[in-house]
C-alpha cells in the first residue's frame, strides 16, 4: 500500500512539475519585437453597414492614417452575385489606389473571408451539394487569382479566415475541413507560385499547429475584451487573461517546429459586444474598446515579440471620427502609421 501511494505521489509530482514548466513557458517572460509594422483590415461590406463613403474611408486611410499596409477582405456572394457573372469593378479600384499610393496589399479569398456572417456564401449556391458548393468555390477562387496574381502590390494570399476555427454561419461541412483547405491552398500556389500563402487561426483557441501545416506564414488573430454568447438571452464580457508571451512562446514553437513566421493579421481595435456595435449604445461599445483600452492594447502588442499587426476596426474609427465626432482614436492610431 505505501509502495502505490508513493508511486501516485512520484506521478501527481512529475505532473505538477510538467504544468509549472508549460505555464512558465506561455506565461512568465517577455518578448520585444526591434521594429513593428502597423496595418490595418478593410472590408467595404463593414464600411457599409456603418453607412459610410467606403471609398472616401478608403482614401482618408492612406492619405490621413498614412496606412501602407491593408488586409482587404473580400466577399464571394458580392464578386460572384450570379453564377459565372464576376464584378471586380471595387476590388479593382482598391487596388489601383494601392499601387498608386505604394500601399501593400494581403487579399482574403475563400468561402470564409471575416465579417459576420463570416463566411460569405452566395444564395444561388446554397442549394448545391456540398461537392458541387466545393467546386464552384474553387473556381470563384482561381478567377480571382487569375484575375490579380500580376498586381505587384498584392504580397501575400490569404485563403480563408480562420479555416480551422469553429465561429460564423458555415455550412457544417467547413470546419476543420483540412482537406479542403489543403486544395484550395493549393490551387492558389499553382496558379500564381510566386507569393506565400497565409492561413490563419484564433490567437487565443488554438496553438496554430493546423495552420503552420497548410499555409506558408501562420496569420493569428490578437483580442482582449470579449462577449461569451451562452444564449439568445445570456452572455457576458470577459477579459482575455494571457500574457504577452504567450504568443511569442507559441509563434516560438511553430518556427522550431515547422519553421513558418507568425503574424498578427487580426488586432483587436473595436467593440465587441452582444450585438454588432452599431445596434447598441456608445456607452455599451465604450466597455470593450475606447481610447484608453486601445493605448493599453498598442503597449501589449508590442510586448509579444510580434513584428507585424493589422488591426481590426478601422471602419469603426472613421465612423466615431465622421459620424459620432469622436476622433480620439483615429488621431491616436495616426501617430504609429506616420
Known amino acids: ?13 512529475i505532473v505538477f512539475v510538467l504544468f509549472l514548466v508549460v505555464f512558465c513557458f ?23 453597414n456603418l453607412k459610410l463613403d ?19 477582405h473580400t466577399q464571394w456572394d458580392w464578386v460572384e452575385g450570379s453564377p459565372n457573372k464576376y464584378y471586380f469593378n471595387d476590388i479593382d479600384w482598391q ?43 474553387l473556381d470563384y477562387i ?17 485563403v480563408e479566415n480562420e479555416p480551422l476555427f469553429k465561429f460564423g454561419d458555415c455550412p457544417s461541412w467547413y470546419y476543420n475541413n483540412k482537406d479542403f483547405l489543403k486544395q484550395e491552398v493549393a490551387l492558389v500556389k499553382s496558379l500564381d507560385p510566386s507569393r506565400k500563402v497565409i492561413v490563419s487561426d484564433s490567437g487565443e483557441g488554438s496553438l496554430w499547429f ?23 438571452s445570456f452572455g457576458f464580457y470577459f477579459h482575455y487573461f494571457f500574457s504577452p508571451v504567450y504568443y ?19 488586432f483587436q481595435a473595436e467593440p465587441w459586444a452582444s450585438k454588432p456595435f452599431y445596434d447598441v449604445s456608445l456607452a455599451e461599445q465604450n466597455k ?3 481610447l484608453q483600452i486601445f493605448k493599453d492594447n498598442i503597449q501589449y502588442a508590442k510586448q509579444t515579440g510580434f513584428d507585424t499587426f493589422y488591426f481590426w476596426g478601422v471602419e469603426w474609427w472613421y465612423w466615431m471620427k465622421t459620424i459620432q465626432n469622436q476622433p480620439a482614436i483615429w488621431n491616436e492610431a495616426k501617430q504609429l502609421f506616420k
Request: with cysteine; proline share 1%.
Open 1 to 13: 500500500m505505501k509502495r502505490i501511494i508513493k508511486m501516485i505521489l512520484i506521478a501527481l509530482s
Open 26 to 48: 506561455l506565461f512568465v517572460g517577455s518578448a520585444k519585437a526591434k521594429e513593428i509594422t502597423w496595418g490595418v483590415d478593410f472590408s467595404q461590406m463593414q464600411a457599409q
Open 54 to 72: 467606403w471609398k472616401e474611408l478608403y482614401l482618408a486611410m492612406i492619405n490621413d492614417l498614412g496606412v501602407k499596409n491593408i488586409k482587404i
Open 95 to 137: 487596388l489601383l489606389q494601392a499601387k498608386q499610393n505604394g500601399v501593400k496589399i494581403i487579399y482574403v479569398v475563400g468561402i470564409k473571408s471575416g465579417r459576420w456572417p463570416e463566411c460569405h456564401i452566395p444564395g444561388w449556391a446554397n442549394n448545391l451539394s456540398e461537392q458541387q458548393e466545393k467546386d464552384t468555390a
Open 142 to 158: 482561381k478567377q480571382v487569382v487569375q484575375r490579380y496574381k500580376n498586381e505587384q502590390e498584392i504580397t501575400y494570399w490569404q
Open 210 to 232: 493546423g495552420a503552420a501545416k497548410i499555409g506558408d506564414i501562420v496569420g493569428t488573430t490578437m483580442y482582449r475584451e470579449a462577449w461569451a454568447h451562452i444564449s439568445d
Open 248 to 266: 511569442s512562446r507559441k509563434a516560438l514553437l511553430i518556427k522550431k517546429i515547422f519553421g513558418k513566421d507568425v503574424i498578427c493579421i487580426e
Open 288 to 290: 470593450t474598446m475606447n
